[in-house]
T-cell receptor
Protein backbone atom coordinates (compact mmCIF):
# COMPACT_ATOMS: atom_id res chain seq x y z
CA UNK A 1 0.00 0.00 0.00
CA UNK A 2 1.36 3.41 -0.90
CA UNK A 3 2.20 5.70 1.98
CA UNK A 4 1.19 9.28 2.60
CA UNK A 5 2.43 11.55 -0.15
CA UNK A 6 2.96 15.28 0.02
CA UNK A 7 3.59 17.73 -2.76
CA UNK A 8 5.65 19.69 -3.35
CA UNK A 9 8.57 18.54 -1.22
CA UNK A 10 10.27 21.91 -1.25
CA UNK A 11 8.92 25.40 -1.74
CA UNK A 12 10.43 28.87 -1.63
CA UNK A 13 8.15 31.88 -1.33
CA UNK A 14 8.49 35.53 -0.40
CA UNK A 15 6.72 37.42 2.35
CA UNK A 16 3.15 38.35 1.54
CA UNK A 17 2.59 35.54 -0.94
CA UNK A 18 0.27 32.65 -0.39
CA UNK A 19 0.98 28.93 -0.71
CA UNK A 20 -0.99 25.69 -1.08
CA UNK A 21 0.34 22.35 0.06
CA UNK A 22 -1.17 19.02 -0.90
CA UNK A 23 -1.48 15.71 0.92
CA UNK A 24 -2.71 12.34 -0.35
CA UNK A 25 -3.51 9.93 2.49
CA UNK A 26 -3.11 6.19 2.53
CA UNK A 27 -5.89 4.53 0.60
CA UNK A 28 -8.89 3.97 2.86
CA UNK A 29 -7.83 6.51 5.46
CA UNK A 30 -10.45 9.16 6.11
CA UNK A 31 -8.73 11.37 8.66
CA UNK A 32 -5.98 13.79 7.68
CA UNK A 33 -4.06 16.01 10.10
CA UNK A 34 -1.50 18.72 9.52
CA UNK A 35 1.44 19.67 11.72
CA UNK A 36 4.07 22.38 11.63
CA UNK A 37 7.62 21.52 12.68
CA UNK A 38 10.13 24.25 13.52
CA UNK A 39 13.37 24.17 15.51
CA UNK A 40 11.99 26.67 18.01
CA UNK A 41 8.43 25.46 18.55
CA UNK A 42 8.81 21.79 17.73
CA UNK A 43 5.84 19.88 16.36
CA UNK A 44 2.55 21.73 16.59
CA UNK A 45 -0.90 20.59 15.50
CA UNK A 46 -2.58 22.73 12.87
CA UNK A 47 -5.90 21.03 12.10
CA UNK A 48 -7.60 17.75 11.32
CA UNK A 49 -10.13 16.86 8.67
CA UNK A 50 -12.49 13.92 8.63
CA UNK A 51 -15.08 13.28 5.93
CA UNK A 52 -14.48 16.74 4.43
CA UNK A 53 -15.13 18.50 7.77
CA UNK A 54 -12.65 20.20 10.05
CA UNK A 55 -12.92 18.31 13.30
CA UNK A 56 -10.05 19.76 15.35
CA UNK A 57 -8.08 22.96 15.15
CA UNK A 58 -4.84 24.08 16.76
CA UNK A 59 -3.82 27.54 17.89
CA UNK A 60 -2.79 29.08 14.62
CA UNK A 61 -4.00 32.34 13.06
CA UNK A 62 -6.69 32.41 10.43
CA UNK A 63 -4.06 32.75 7.70
CA UNK A 64 -3.73 28.98 7.99
CA UNK A 65 -6.62 27.10 6.45
CA UNK A 66 -7.31 23.75 4.94
CA UNK A 67 -9.83 21.56 3.26
CA UNK A 68 -10.48 17.96 2.44
CA UNK A 69 -11.95 16.53 -0.70
CA UNK A 70 -14.35 13.63 -1.15
CA UNK A 71 -11.44 11.28 -1.95
CA UNK A 72 -9.85 12.27 1.42
CA UNK A 73 -7.03 14.21 -0.21
CA UNK A 74 -6.31 17.39 1.69
CA UNK A 75 -4.81 20.77 1.03
CA UNK A 76 -3.61 23.44 3.39
CA UNK A 77 -3.24 27.07 2.48
CA UNK A 78 -1.22 29.80 4.10
CA UNK A 79 -2.00 33.34 3.05
CA UNK A 80 0.10 36.46 3.54
CA UNK A 81 3.22 34.51 4.34
CA UNK A 82 5.52 35.67 7.13
CA UNK A 83 9.16 34.79 7.74
CA UNK A 84 8.09 32.78 10.78
CA UNK A 85 6.04 30.45 8.58
CA UNK A 86 9.24 28.84 7.35
CA UNK A 87 8.92 25.26 8.55
CA UNK A 88 8.47 21.62 7.66
CA UNK A 89 4.76 20.94 7.19
CA UNK A 90 3.79 17.37 7.89
CA UNK A 91 0.62 15.62 6.92
CA UNK A 92 -0.60 12.48 8.66
CA UNK A 93 -3.44 10.13 7.90
CA UNK A 94 -5.30 7.49 9.87
CA UNK A 95 -8.29 5.26 9.35
CA UNK A 96 -10.95 7.11 11.31
CA UNK A 97 -8.96 9.39 13.58
CA UNK A 98 -9.80 7.86 16.93
CA UNK A 99 -7.41 8.53 19.80
CA UNK A 100 -6.03 4.99 19.52
CA UNK A 101 -5.47 5.14 15.77
CA UNK A 102 -1.94 5.21 14.44
CA UNK A 103 -1.18 8.29 12.40
CA UNK A 104 1.03 7.70 9.37
CA UNK A 105 3.13 10.65 8.35
CA UNK A 106 4.25 11.83 4.96
CA UNK A 107 7.77 13.09 4.24
CA UNK A 108 6.71 16.71 4.62
CA UNK A 109 6.90 19.89 2.60
CA UNK A 110 9.79 22.19 3.44
CA UNK A 111 8.58 25.79 3.11
CA UNK A 112 11.10 28.61 3.10
CA UNK A 113 9.81 32.18 3.26
CA UNK A 114 12.26 34.87 2.16
CA UNK B 1 -3.77 21.82 28.74
CA UNK B 2 -2.16 18.57 27.72
CA UNK B 3 1.60 18.42 27.55
CA UNK B 4 4.48 16.00 27.05
CA UNK B 5 7.94 16.42 28.52
CA UNK B 6 10.90 14.40 27.39
CA UNK B 7 14.56 14.54 28.22
CA UNK B 8 16.63 16.93 26.20
CA UNK B 9 19.40 15.64 24.04
CA UNK B 10 21.58 15.05 22.41
CA UNK B 11 22.18 11.63 23.88
CA UNK B 12 25.46 10.14 22.66
CA UNK B 13 26.04 6.43 23.08
CA UNK B 14 28.39 3.76 21.90
CA UNK B 15 27.09 0.86 19.84
CA UNK B 16 25.53 -1.93 21.97
CA UNK B 17 24.91 0.44 24.88
CA UNK B 18 21.57 0.63 26.73
CA UNK B 19 19.27 3.49 25.76
CA UNK B 20 16.62 5.13 27.93
CA UNK B 21 14.66 8.23 26.95
CA UNK B 22 12.40 9.58 29.66
CA UNK B 23 8.91 10.82 28.80
CA UNK B 24 6.24 12.13 31.16
CA UNK B 25 2.87 13.59 30.32
CA UNK B 26 0.16 15.79 31.75
CA UNK B 27 -3.37 15.10 30.64
CA UNK B 28 -6.76 14.45 32.10
CA UNK B 29 -8.46 11.21 31.30
CA UNK B 30 -6.78 8.32 29.54
CA UNK B 31 -4.68 9.32 26.56
CA UNK B 32 -3.06 6.96 24.12
CA UNK B 33 0.74 7.24 24.10
CA UNK B 34 3.14 7.00 21.18
CA UNK B 35 6.81 7.04 20.32
CA UNK B 36 7.74 8.30 16.87
CA UNK B 37 11.17 8.39 15.26
CA UNK B 38 12.43 10.85 12.67
CA UNK B 39 15.47 10.14 10.52
CA UNK B 40 17.26 13.02 8.79
CA UNK B 41 15.25 14.49 5.94
CA UNK B 42 12.24 12.29 6.57
CA UNK B 43 8.83 12.44 8.16
CA UNK B 44 7.87 10.68 11.38
CA UNK B 45 7.56 6.92 11.68
CA UNK B 46 5.61 5.22 14.42
CA UNK B 47 7.93 3.23 16.64
CA UNK B 48 5.43 1.89 19.16
CA UNK B 49 2.26 2.78 21.02
CA UNK B 50 0.18 1.91 24.07
CA UNK B 51 -3.47 2.72 24.45
CA UNK B 52 -4.19 1.92 28.09
CA UNK B 53 -2.48 1.78 31.46
CA UNK B 54 0.09 -1.02 31.95
CA UNK B 55 0.20 -1.76 28.21
CA UNK B 56 3.67 -2.37 26.85
CA UNK B 57 4.46 -1.31 23.32
CA UNK B 58 7.39 -2.91 21.55
CA UNK B 59 9.00 -2.83 18.13
CA UNK B 60 12.49 -3.37 16.67
CA UNK B 61 13.95 -4.00 20.13
CA UNK B 62 12.43 -0.83 21.60
CA UNK B 63 9.98 -1.05 24.51
CA UNK B 64 7.88 1.38 26.54
CA UNK B 65 5.30 0.75 29.27
CA UNK B 66 2.31 3.01 29.93
CA UNK B 67 2.58 3.91 33.63
CA UNK B 68 -0.48 5.84 34.72
CA UNK B 69 0.61 6.16 38.35
CA UNK B 70 3.75 8.04 37.31
CA UNK B 71 2.28 9.45 34.07
CA UNK B 72 5.28 8.16 32.18
CA UNK B 73 6.10 6.29 28.98
CA UNK B 74 9.87 5.85 28.98
CA UNK B 75 11.52 4.38 25.88
CA UNK B 76 14.20 1.70 26.26
CA UNK B 77 16.41 -0.40 24.05
CA UNK B 78 18.89 -2.91 25.34
CA UNK B 79 21.55 -2.70 22.64
CA UNK B 80 21.60 0.23 20.22
CA UNK B 81 23.06 0.26 16.74
CA UNK B 82 24.45 3.09 14.64
CA UNK B 83 21.26 2.90 12.57
CA UNK B 84 19.25 3.95 15.65
CA UNK B 85 20.69 7.46 15.38
CA UNK B 86 17.66 9.69 14.96
CA UNK B 87 15.34 12.07 16.78
CA UNK B 88 12.74 10.40 19.00
CA UNK B 89 9.41 12.02 19.86
CA UNK B 90 7.01 11.04 22.62
CA UNK B 91 3.38 12.00 21.97
CA UNK B 92 -0.13 11.63 23.35
CA UNK B 93 -3.54 11.64 21.73
CA UNK B 94 -6.57 12.19 23.89
CA UNK B 95 -9.34 13.83 21.98
CA UNK B 96 -11.41 12.09 19.38
CA UNK B 97 -9.61 12.82 16.20
CA UNK B 98 -6.00 13.04 15.27
CA UNK B 99 -4.57 15.71 17.52
CA UNK B 100 -1.19 14.51 18.69
CA UNK B 101 0.60 16.52 21.37
CA UNK B 102 4.36 16.03 21.05
CA UNK B 103 7.30 16.37 23.36
CA UNK B 104 10.27 18.41 22.24
CA UNK B 105 12.17 15.47 20.78
CA UNK B 106 15.41 13.79 21.85
CA UNK B 107 18.29 13.48 19.43
CA UNK B 108 20.21 10.22 19.80
CA UNK B 109 23.64 9.68 18.28
CA UNK B 110 25.13 6.20 18.33
CA UNK B 111 28.84 5.96 17.61
CA UNK B 112 30.53 2.80 16.33
Amino acid sequence: KAGVTQTPRYLIKTRGQQVTLSCSPISGHRSVSWYQQTPGQGLQFLFEYFSETQRNKGNFPGRFSGRQFSNSRSEMNVSTLELGDSALYLCASSLVGSETDTQYFGPGTRLTVL
Amino acid sequence: GDSVTQMEGPVTLSEEAFLTINCTYTATGYPSLFWYVQYPGEGLQLLLKATKADDKGSNKGFEATYRKETTSFHLEKGSVQVSDSAVYFCALNKAAGNKLTFGGGTRVLVKP
